[in-house]
T-cell receptor
């Protein structure tokens, strides 16, 4: 149980294009989903918290116009990297939490984004 | 105050040995402490978690020890196997938002 699917797993695109990453909770409803960014051999850095039906809450230093987050249903959140540039290349990982409060987060397998 | 300090950065253990990874926190509002295992190119997978009302939790070969007064917790992997070779992250959450704060990670290698 508690499976989180992330798509695509790997994307390469040209500088200036926009890329959408999907995060789905397959066997549970997720009121809250989280988006992280991870650089090689580093820890996970929280980018934003996404609540179904409301605007995402972004961490300090994360550009909300650059990283658009939509959480339209209890099983789907999307992250769109707009006008991507090489410095946006990274490993993006989503997680979903069952219920509210201090409950476990279950992670997707990440999306490797490479901007040429 | 939101930091979680993790050590060591890397660890090499012989097959069958015990792997020990330590974490320390400062924020006394933290009340949930999970450990995650991450293989290259994959997302983190929840291994085991503890809340501060107990001092130890064991699940199979994995044990968390928790010292509330010292604000420290550790992961012990008994009978370590080559398949345990991965990066391990401790984390903590609590207080407002229930966001996870991750440690810096420990790269474990279990040698034959």
């Amino acid at each position: 149980g508690a499976v989180v699917s992330q798509h695509p797993s790997w994307v390469i695109c040209k500088s200036g294009t926009s890329v959408k990453i999907e995060c789905r909770s397959l066997d549970f409803q997720a009121t809250t989903m989280f988006w992280y960014r991870q650089f090689p051999k580093q820890s996970l850095m929280l980018m934003a918290t996404s609540n179904e039906g409301s605007k995402a809450t972004y961490e300090q230093g994360v550009e909300k116009d650059k990283f658009l987050i939509n959480h339209a249903s209890l099983t789907l959140s999307t992250l769109t990297v707009t006008s991507a540039h090489p410095e946006d290349s990274s490993f993006y990982i989503c997680s979903a939490r069952i219920g509210t409060g201090n409950q476990p987060q279950h992670f997707g397998d990440g999306t490797r984004l490479s901007i040429l | 105050q939101q930091q979680v300090k993790q050590s060591p950065q890397s660890l090499i253990v012989q097959k069958g040995g015990i792997s020990i990874i330590n974490c320390a926190y400062e924020n006394t509002a933290f009340d949930y402490f999970p450990w995650y295992q991450q293989f290259p190119g994959k997302g983190p997978a929840l291994l085991i978690a503890i809340r501060p009302d107990v001092s130890e939790k064991k699940e199979g070969r994995f044990t968390i020890s928790f010292n509330k007064s010292a604000k420290q917790f550790s992961l012990h992997i008994m009978d370590s196997q080559p398949g345990d070779s991965a990066t391990y992250f401790c984390a903590a959450s609590g207080g407002g938002g229930n966001k996870l704060t991750f440690g810096t990670g420990t790269q474990l290698k279990v040698e034959l």
